[in-house]
């Protein structure tokens, strides 16, 4: 069974803090993936990763990096966080195919920015 | 640019009674359209998908290219289908193609 494990359930932060969020799967997935998730909006899609050190923005890149220095790990950072940052996080992963494969994702973090 | 819309944020049925989660998307070329699930306290989780054509837990959903849209429906409610349901669509193929946009979101509530 995938294993998607994010490291923090519930985190609080200050404004211009630099927050990581860390996201571990043991099934050697080749795509990663970092969502916020917020009441009416659905899933949005931060950034997504297909490889190691290889990442792809996604609808919502703005005011967040990552980094994927290894096949299992892949780390959002919110540079200097701010209030409108607060929110569940979800990390994801999968196979890379031709045709898209189920994403397995993780607990989530809910985040908040004071 | 690829968009999904779930008009309806809440649903609420009876049990027995017939559901159906409406999911309508924008995109011009052929998408994979794909229903989540989200129960309480659980994972976000793959509940069904078009190209495999079949029926998950009761439920079945139809890809209608005319109308753009990729219903989720059940005859007969149970309490345990309460949850947060999730359209989403992948337009591309290749690396970026394994990435998905994803609908609102409907909040489905069987009332027993």
């Known amino acids: 069974d995938v294993k998607v494990t994010q490291s923090s359930r519930y985190l609080v932060k200050r404004t211009g803090e630099k927050v990581f969020l860390e996201c571990v799967q043991d099934?050697?997935?080749?795509?990663m993936f970092w969502y916020r998730q917020d009441p009416g909006l659905g899933l949005r899609l931060i950034y997504f990763s297909y490889d190691v050190k290889m990442k792809e923005k996604g609808d919502i890149p703005e005011g967040y990096s990552v980094s994927r220095e290894k096949k299992e790990r892949f780390s959002l950072i919110l540079e200097s966080a701010s209030t409108n940052q607060t929110s569940m996080y979800l990390c994801?992963?999968?196979?890379?195919?031709?045709?898209?494969?189920?994403?397995?994702f993780g607990d989530g973090t809910r985040l908040s920015i004071l | 640019a690829q968009r999904v819309t779930q008009p309806e944020k809440l649903l609420s049925v009876f049990k027995g009674a017939p559901v159906e989660l409406k999911c309508n998307y924008s995109y011009s070329g052929s998408p994979e359209l794909f229903w989540y699930v989200q129960y309480s306290r659980q994972r976000l989780q793959l509940l069904l998908r078009?190209?495999s054509r079949e029926s998950i837990k009761g439920f079945t959903a139809d890809l209608n290219k005319g109308e753009t849209s990729f219903h989720l429906k059940k005859p007969f409610a149970q309490e345990e289908d309460s949850a947060m349901y999730y359209c989403?669509?992948?337009?591309?193929?290749?690396?970026?193609?394994?990435?998905?946009?994803f609908g609102g979101g409907t909040r489905v509530l069987v009332k027993p």
């Open positions: 078009h190209i």
């Open positions: 989403a669509l992948s337009g591309q193929r290749g690396a970026a193609g394994n990435k998905l946009t």
């Open positions: 099934m050697d997935h080749e795509n």
């Open positions: 994801a992963s999968s196979l890379r195919r031709i045709y898209n494969q189920p994403q397995h």
